[in-house]
């Protein structure tokens, strides 16, 4: 469930972030939420959801572990220049593509 992962990689950022216990237990609870709701609104089976969540905790783990790797080959530096992304997107419904960029000034 992409849903389940999404959340379950957003309390694991902020596990890691902020590693404060009441921060760690809402931010899980809602992510458990995600997933019970998935579950119950028949959008999926266990399996999905648990999947997700192991991905999704996974990826978190993952990026924080890159993170010093990708600072030294990009060469990103806090001081010097603006953060920027672009992640590309696709909505399957519209059967469209497209391009979200944010900026850090």
Same mark, same amino acid.
């Given at each position: ?16 972030? =902020?590693?404060?216990? @009441?921060?760690? !237990?809402? +931010? =899980?609870? $809602?992510?458990?939420? !995600? ?9 999926? @089976?266990?399996?999905? $959801?648990? +999947? ?11 990026? =924080?572990?890159?993170?010093? !790797? @990708?600072?030294?080959?990009? /060469?990103?530096?806090? #001081?010097?220049?603006? +953060?920027?992304?672009? $992640?590309? #997107?696709?909505? +399957? =419904?519209? /059967?469209?593509?497209? $391009? ?6």
């Amino acid at each position: 469930s992409g849903h389940t992962a999404t959340a379950f990689m957003g309390a694991e950022l902020i596990r890691l972030e =902020y590693g404060n216990d @009441w921060c760690t !237990v809402g +931010a =899980y609870t $809602v992510a458990c939420g !995600v997933g019970f709701l998935r579950l119950y609104n028949n959008k999926h @089976w266990l399996n999905d $959801v648990l +999947a997700g969540a192991g991905i999704g905790i996974l990826s978190a783990r993952i990026g =924080y572990w890159m993170l010093p !790797v @990708w600072r030294h080959l990009f /060469r990103w530096d806090r #001081t010097k220049a603006p +953060a920027m992304s672009a $992640v590309p #997107t696709y909505d +399957a =419904y519209t /059967r469209s593509f497209g $391009v979200a960029f944010a900026a850090q000034f």
